[in-house]
């Protein structure tokens, strides 16, 4: 299992947003609170399921730390912004670079293909999610996310609010693709009964 600081190391993103907010020194001291919490957290969770580890270790925990260490601070007032604007540029950079991706002949049908072993990897029941896989149609991936580690954890650690900025990292990679459409109607995260993907070729 990763370390907190060897965790920390990958989200400088959120770091450099916090530098952006704060003065220099109070960012670097609340980085080095977020990586003792960071440390409690997973000390907590020694006894999750392995798959799970690819969402807590690398994605919730380490985001939940630096939140809820921003809220105990004099910052609080800025600690869902600072959260929620890090996420939007990370993934909005990442959202462009896939978007030249597609942009490569043939890319679009191999991407909407490729949906299907990644999410069942990525995102199915060894990973703590629960699915609604549809039949396949060409051109065409829908699956539904009826149970969701992060709507789980986020809430067991007392921030469920931060769910919904992953909800919206999702748009912000797949909404703007070229020839390709992601529809969805609601997430978890926003208080629907599933998360619904949709991922069609024009």
């Known amino acids: ?31 080095q609170k977020a990586e003792k919490k960071l440390n409690e957290i997973i000390k907590q969770h020694q006894s999750i399921p392995a798959g799970e580890h690819a969402h807590t270790d690398n994605f919730i925990f ?21 959260i929620e ?9 990442a959202g462009r670079a896939l978007a030249g991706f597609l942009k490569l002949p043939g890319m ?3 991407f909407i293909k490729i949906w299907d072993p990644m999410t069942k990897k990525k995102f199915g029941p060894d990973c703590g999610f629960g699915n609604v896989f549809y039949p396949k149609k060409k051109n065409e991936y829908r699956m539904d996310i009826v149970s969701c580690p992060y709507v789980r954890y986020f809430t067991e650690l007392g921030c469920p609010e931060l769910t919904k900025i992953y909800c919206a990292n999702d748009d912000r990679v797949y909404g703007n693709l070229p020839g390709l459409e992601f529809k ?7 208080g629907a009964n599933r998360c619904d993907f949709t991922l069609r070729k024009l």
């Open 62 to 82: 380490p985001t939940a730390a630096v939140y809820l260490t921003l809220l105990s601070s004099d910052y609080r007032d800025s600690a869902y912004y600072v």
């Open 108 to 110: 679009k049908s191999l």
């Open 184 to 190: 969805r109607a609601g997430t978890l995260g926003t």
């Open 1 to 31: 299992m990763k370390t907190a600081k060897q965790i920390l190391k990958k989200k400088q993103f959120i770091k450099e947003e916090m530098d952006r907010q704060f003065p220099k020194e109070v960012s670097d001291a609340l980085w």
């Open 85 to 93: 604007n890090a996420a939007v540029t990370y993934t909005e950079k």
